[in-house]
């Protein structure tokens, strides 16, 4: 294996892509998997297809073609208030303050623990800058 070789992270999964995985999208300009090989095994982060007005192919990632999909949070973009208060360097007691208060979007769960998510802090933190 030559490291030298491996190629660029993936825009929309964050994994290495490979020579014939690798494609870049036509909207963002970033590096997406696109196995482009039937005869090897690879996976597929976007898609290609034909512009029939100038006959080009066109690529493009997932996060672009799926803007709303990318927006929406992701496991790891869910903290409860411990993690978020790592994140922002924001101690938790504000934090629970400001999600009681309304100024910082949260939900309680059943146990108690209160989650938001990553964006929202990262919002509330740079309003509190
Ligand atoms: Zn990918
Ligand atoms: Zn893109």
Redesign the pocket.
Known sequence: MNTETAGAL??????A?EEH?EAFCNACGGV??LNQRADLPG????EVWINEDHQALEFACNTCLYPEEAAAPGLDDILDLGEASSAVGISEETLLVAVEQGTLAGRRMAGGTVIVTRRDVVEFANRQA
């Open positions: 993936c825009i929309v999964c964050a994994e892509t995985t997406y998997h996976k597929d982060c976007g």
